[in-house]
């Protein structure tokens, strides 16, 4: 979140101001992560050979001999080379694929490939043609004819459960008997790195969480009833016989009147709420051993309040930030139960899979996290279904927006939402912005793995802006929608406890969006001035929350400055290098304070210990 004058926090506030692709609705089959550090030592590399089809066919297998082509009719992301499949316009299948090895004890295989699809059917409803990517016998995502773009898109996978294995990466793509559509494949790549998961990693419980959902609106789009389901698995040694519900959004009323409602529990039993009623209790049937799985369901019911929040409505517009209950996170520590904090965030959770149909008038445009698929309902509404792949949360928003639409250099769709009294002038600006921002960091950290970004324009948001997988809340500022961007990285990909160690999201977005700004922060650390000596860059939200004034200034201004110093100390290239490095190795991942550290430590021969000291960074 960029946070703006509200409030307790004054003038001191600094400037103010998404597996995932475009899925069919049928969620695929996700590559399961490991259950437990893989032992070996890794030897990073990229294992795919001839992924950008410039050397000829080897080692590539392929139904025919037209398949990789740098024939007329396509153009190639890169180079001259390409591979097409289909696009005959008659009933036709088309292969493609290669064995890899995938090295062991890596953290981290990213698969990933440049994907273009143009068709001559005209439906927005029908999947006709079909390319499905695999690895093993693992179905990654299938595109159709519905996804057709104008460039090429990268696709990005995790596939780090299959280190230490040969696999193959495998297209097949399907046409009907009538209008072509092509698929057009490029610059294939599986690139390997980091050390093994770290040790806590494993030990964060309930894991691999998966989100069933379909809830309908009123007229409106300020209630929303239905049913979620989740379902999890026990990854820690010790038995489950319990798990807790997030309801964040009850902040925004009361014990006796909350916004959100979980009702009719099955797989488990309710017990009370707690934490101001932000927090649900479900006991277990039988205690859930490591390795296991289990699933809880629920009906839900959401009311949104009146107000430009991150979860309310601002007169036409609804906006549902944090409001579908999600698994708390168990670890060394214990459950995270921590409050709400209207100052910062709480939302700790580890990535997950969701699948949400929203069913809701037509007359309401519904952005969210993931990729949609609007499909007719009953008379008069639209039902909406996004797909979102290794997420930490799903948010949406509805309303008679005014969108706009275009697509980075990078290949990313950006998508932005305006309500009323937003110009075409400062909506194309946002755009440009948008664009712009999610290739900048991508550049940095790691290419953009949620398919398309949804930005919602607001200038009544108190917040300045908040961030979701896959979609933001923001005002008409260039430098809110580049942080808020900034946060698909730090907090999306690369997670972390936000209430206990909001440093490493807020702090590393911040100095993300002045690189993105072509800012060096020079000198910045030079007007420090600590309010007492408990005050440390370190400090959770219940500091925080405690020296409301001082939270921006600290979190935000001094974090950055620090890691502009940290680059400083190390040199541009080497300070670039571990921040792509530590992204990668904990990507969809929790970072901590002490892994960072560790982390610039090894980069250099340099003893950081008073560095560390100077910066007020313990942990």
Not at 328 to 336: F, P, R
Not at 405 to 410: D, I, K, M, V
Not at 530 to 544: D, F, G, L, P
Request: glycine share 8%.
């Amino acid at each position: 979140m960029r946070p703006t004058p509200h409030k307790a926090l004054a003038a001191s506030v600094l400037a103010v101001a998404a597996l995932a692709a475009a899925l069919l609705p049928t969620t695929p089959a996700a590559a399961a992560p490991p259950t437990a550090p893989l032992a070996a030592a890794c030897t990073p590399a990229q294992v795919v050979t001839n992924g950008g089809f410039e050397s000829g066919t080897s080692p590539w297998s392929q139904s025919s001999t037209s398949v990789i082509t740098n024939r007329t009719g396509q153009t190639a992301h890169g180079g001259t080379s390409l591979a097409w499949l289909n696009g005959v316009g008659s009933t036709h299948t088309d292969t493609l694929s290669q064995s890899v090895t995938i090295p062991a004890g890596c953290g981290t295989a990213t698969l990933t490939f440049w994907l273009h699809i143009d068709t001559a059917e005209t439906t927005s409803s029908t999947a006709y043609d079909k390319l499905t990517a695999k690895i093993g016998t693992t179905t990654l995502a299938t595109y159709s004819n519905l996804n057709k773009n104008t460039g090429y898109v990268q696709k990005a996978f995790d596939v780090s459960a299959f280190a230490g294995q040969t696999v193959s990466v495998a297209f097949t793509g399907t046409e009907d008997s009538s209008l072509q559509t092509s698929f057009v494949i490029d610059d294939v790549a599986l690139d390997t790195s980091g050390d093994t998961t770290p040790p806590a990693d494993s030990t964060r419980t309930p894991a691999a969480p998966s989100y069933t959902v379909s809830l309908s609106s009123n007229t409106s789009g300020t209630v929303w009833t239905g049913h979620e389901s989740a379902t999890f698995t026990n990854a820690s040694s010790t038995a489950l016989s319990e798990v807790y519900l997030r309801l964040w959004d009850n902040y925004h009323g009361t014990c006796s009147a909350t916004p959100i409602t979980v009702t009719n529990v099955t797989g488990g039993t309710a017990g009370a709420l707690s934490v101001g009623c932000t927090a649900l209790q479900v006991a277990l049937p039988t205690p859930l051993t490591q390795g296991q799985t289990a699933t809880i369901g629920f009906d839900l019911g959401i009311t949104v309040p009146s107000g430009a929040d991150r979860f309310g409505y601002d007169g036409a517009f609804s906006f549902i930030g944090n409001a579908l209950p999600v698994l708390a996170v168990k670890d060394a520590a214990g459950w995270h139960l921590d409050p709400y904090t209207n100052n910062g965030e709480s939302f700790y959770s580890l990535a997950a899979d969701f699948q949400v149909t929203l069913d809701h008038p037509s007359t309401l445009l519904v952005p969210a996290t993931g990729a949609s698929v609007d499909t007719p309902g009953s008379s008069g509404r639209t039902v909406t279904t996004a797909t979102a792949a290794k997420v930490r949360d799903f948010a949406w928003a509805a309303g008679p927006f005014t969108k706009i639409s275009g697509t980075s250099t990078a290949g990313t769709p950006i998508n932005i939402y305006s309500v009323s009294g937003i110009s075409s002038a400062n909506a194309q600006s946002m755009l440009t912005t948008a664009k712009t921002a999610v290739d900048a960091h991508a550049s940095r950290f790691g290419a953009y793995p949620y398919g398309e970004l949804d930005a919602v324009i607001d200038n009544n948001f108190w917040f300045g802006g908040m961030e979701y997988p896959g979609f933001v809340l923001d005002l008409v500022s260039t430098t809110a929608l580049t942080h808020e961007i900034g946060h698909q990285w730090w907090y999306g990909i690369v997670g972390d406890d936000e209430y206990n160690n909001p440093w490493l999201d807020e702090a590393f977005t911040d100095y993300a969006t002045d690189l993105a700004l072509n800012k060096t922060g020079t000198n910045c650390w030079n007007s420090v001035s600590w309010s007492s000596t408990a005050e440390k860059i370190t400090n959770s939200m219940a500091y925080w929350d405690a020296h409301s004034s001082r939270y921006s200034t600290v979190v935000y201004g001094y974090g950055k400055c620090a890691l502009h110093d940290l680059r400083r100390v190390l040199g541009d290239t080497v300070m670039a290098k571990l921040l792509k490095d530590y992204a990668t190795s904990h990507w969809y991942g929790v970072s901590t304070t002490s892994e960072f550290k560790a982390a610039a430590q090894a980069a250099t021969t340099t003893d950081l210990t008073s560095f560390w000291t100077q910066h007020r960074i313990d942990g």
